[in-house]
Each structure stands twice: as C-alpha cells, then as structure tokens.
C-alpha cells in the first residue's frame, strides 16, 4: 500500500474486512503493543518466581487490551482509516473505549508496584528513589489528582469528540503521520484517564462508591450518542479529511459520514456493558468480603455486636412495660 509524505494512504481497492485486517503495522504502536506485553510478562514472571499468583484474567484481559489496540493501529484498518471516515470511527471508539477498559481491568499499576523493588537506603542511611518510588510519587501527585478528577475527565472526555471533528484541528493532525499518532494516542490516554477511577482496580487518588462510579460513567457516554446522531442527520460531509475520498473506494462520502455517525451512536452503548459488568461484580465481591471480615469478627468477640444489640431491645422492650 502506498502512502504519501503526509500520511494519507491513497488509491486503496473498496474496503473488505479481509483487506481491513491485512498486516500493516505503524512501526510506533507495534514498538508500543510489543513493550507494553514484555513489561508485563516480565511483571508476572516476577512475582510467580517468589511465590505470589497473579490472576489469569487479569493477563488475559490486558494482552487483549494490547492486541485491540495492535489490531486497529497495525491493520489494514489503520489505512481505509486515513480515507474512510467510518473506518476511523471504529479506531477511535475501540482504541478509546475498548482497549482502556481491558488495559485497566488487567490491573498494570497494581502489577508494577508489586513487581518493582524497593529501592532501599542509600550509603547516607538517606532513602533512595527508583522505578516504583517514582511510580508512587506520580500515583500521589497533584498533577494525577487532577487529571483523574471527574471534573476534568468527564469534559475532557466530551471535548475529545466535539473539540476534534468540529474544528480545523482534526484536518491539521491528519495532515501528517506524527499528528495522526498524537491523536490516536490521545484518544487511548483519554479514555485511560476516564475509566480509570470507574473501574476502581488500581490504586488512585479517587476512590468513589460503585453508584458514583456508575454515575460517571453514564454521564460521559451520552455524548457520544449524540456526537454519532449528528453525523447521521448532516446533510453535507462536516469533515474535510474525508470529503472527498479516493475515486478507487467506490463510496460516498455523506453515506461514509453516516455510517461513521452510526458506529459511534452504537459505541456509546458496547463500553456501558462492559463496565457495569465489571462493576456489579467488583461490588458483589467487594461485600462477600465485608460478610466474612464481619463473620471472622464476629467468631473472636463471640459476636459481642449482636449481643449487645439484643441487649439494647431489651431494655426498649422493659422500658415500654
């Protein structure tokens, strides 16, 4: 496939999936899914060398992750994606919305901060700081308190959309392979940034209850529902970068847009799933654990809780006599 010095792939035969989902790797995003895979193999391995387990879901649900992310960035997809406006919606809804929540569900920073060793004390008796101190201090600093907050996650989400396709500033990023990257990995840092306090497995600065959490996720995807109805109720393409596609694709570029329109509406609802599955069964374990801490408790006190709760109906009950 040919691609000009700006980036665009041009003169592309009509999409098929089996031409969608060719090798075609961007050297940036395959280094990036290839590293991302060793450290955490390299995570794992560590901790089963000493003994600890780490949960076969949680690796499975972050190689997937990777692989979302190598499947839409190192395709055909990432190509008919630079010329067809529905092609790229479906990279920036899976790299955005499908790929964070698999990388979070497999727990990374969790898996770091047990993997990393202490860096220890120097000669000086002074505390020494490396890989997992420094990870520690960024978990603890403003700036992550900040850019996990809802208060800026949630329109930083929204904006992600509106703030992009309906300004000049998404033609500028596609006109060149540096800004097309930027704006993907913007799209995948985003949504990082924005599902990490719902999902609540690694360790942040915000913690909410699991109906906060719900609340946040629910007022963030209606946006997207509504940015996916005004692409298919525009009349006249809305971006330039797909205007006029290439004469070899055989496809129009309204129906192109209408169809981008459609594939983020129906987006909107796939990462809503997912989540709240996600969350319904964190919350379920969250209180079978409370239940046994409660029982164990309750076996050393010989469940002086109860009994003084008995206690106190009966002097109610005697006092009513």
Partial sequence: MDHSGHGMTMDLPPFTLGRGLEYSPDLFFLTGCLVALA?????????????????????????????????VMCTGLNDYGMVMFSVHM????????????????????????????????????????????LLLALLHSRYVRVVTHPAFTIPLFIASLYGLYFTPLFDFLMGSKAGHIAMMVHFLAVGLVFFWPIMGIDPGPHRPGYVMRMLELFAGMPFHAFFGIALMMASEPMVKA????????????????????????????????????????????????????TDRAADRDGDKELAEYNAYLASLQARGR
């Fill in 39 to 71: 450290l955490y193999g390299w995570g794992v391995v560590r901790l089963r060398r000493r003994g600890d387990g780490w949960g076969v879901g949680r690796t499975v649900a972050f190689v997937l992750g990777v692989l979302t992310i190598a499947l």
């Fill in 90 to 133: 479906v990279q920036h809804m899976v790299i955005s919305m499908v790929s964070p929540i698999l990388l979070l569900l497999g727990a990374p920073v969790t898996l770091a901060l047990r993997a990393l060793p202490v860096a220890g004390r120097g000669s000086d008796g002074s505390s020494r700081k490396g890989p997992r101190e």
């Fill in 242 to 293: 797909y205007e006029n596609p290439p004469a070899s694709l055989g496809i129009d570029a309204l129906t192109d847009q209408n169809a981008a329109g459609g594939i983020a509406w129906a987006f909107s609802e796939i990462p809503s799933v997912l989540v709240l599955v996600a969350l319904v069964y964190q919350w379920y374990h969250s209180e079978q654990r409370q239940a046994r801490r």
